[in-house]
């Protein structure tokens, strides 16, 4: 079992609606969960993270966490074709050793808005 | 610097040669992360610094990558007899610490293909 999972996608939506891209992981221990955005060709960047249970919002973007069921999820309102990209989930995990952490990412799911 | 910087943003290499990828941290980080991206893939975790130390290393692939900071500062990713597969991005990542705490920055990788 991979330690984060999210469906490849694409995920189309069209442009004003609302895109839900899910996340769940199977490590209990995990305490911080983010996600990224990478637009085609570029790098990784940071959009959202979240650490207790419950929504998270940030203009556009609402980040959601159920530790119980091991989910992630987020929602990006009023979806513009700008967002068209991958969303990263990433979990972090803790060291066998303790002391740090590292992240551990997903396969990423490919987001489409079309207008 | 500003931002993590990785040079280069391009690398062609035969099969077999040796390869040098080099990353230069945000200045004052202390925690340096290596990833590994395929295509259609999420980026997948190397090897982890903290300070000149590296701190967790069992995600390299196997005795061919090895990878060095010498000053706690600049890091090079060293692959020895490069094959096919190791075509991929090399993603560098800074943090501040140790801790996941807000995430990491990450460079703008280097395109590494294997011919």
């Known amino acids: 079992q991979k330690e984060v999972e999210q469906n490849s996608g694409p995920l189309s939506v069209p442009e004003g609606a609302i895109a839900s891209l899910n996340c769940t992981y199977s490590?209990?221990?995990?305490?911080?969960f983010f996600w990224y955005r990478q637009y085609s060709g570029k790098s990784p960047e940071l959009i959202m993270f979240i650490y207790s249970n419950g929504d998270k919002e940030d203009g556009r973007f609402t980040a959601q966490l159920n530790k119980a069921s091991q989910y992630v999820s987020l929602l990006i309102r009023d979806s513009q074709p700008s967002d068209s990209a991958t969303y990263l989930c990433?979990?972090?995990?803790?060291?066998?050793?303790?002391?740090?952490?590292?992240?551990?990412f997903g396969a990423g799911t490919r987001l489409a808005v079309h207008p | 610097g500003a931002g993590v910087s990785q040079t280069p943003s391009n690398k062609v290499t035969e099969k077999g040669k040796y390869v040098e990828l080099r990353c230069d941290p945000i200045s004052g980080h202390t925690a340096l992360y290596w990833y590994r991206q395929s295509l259609g893939q999420g980026p997948e975790f190397l090897i982890y610094?903290?300070?000149?130390?590296?701190?967790?290393d069992s995600g390299l692939p196997n005795d061919r990558f090895f990878a060095v900071r010498p000053e706690g500062s600049v890091s090079t990713l060293k692959i020895q007899r490069t094959e096919r597969g190791d075509s991929a991005v090399y993603l560098c990542a800074s943090s501040p610490n140790g801790g996941t705490g807000y995430g990491y920055t990450f460079g703008s990788g280097t395109r590494l293909t294997v011919v």
């Open positions: 490590d209990r221990g995990s305490q911080s």
């Open positions: 990433a979990v972090n995990i803790i060291s066998i050793s303790g002391g740090y952490n590292k992240l551990i």
């Open positions: 610094f903290q300070g000149t130390g590296a701190a967790d």
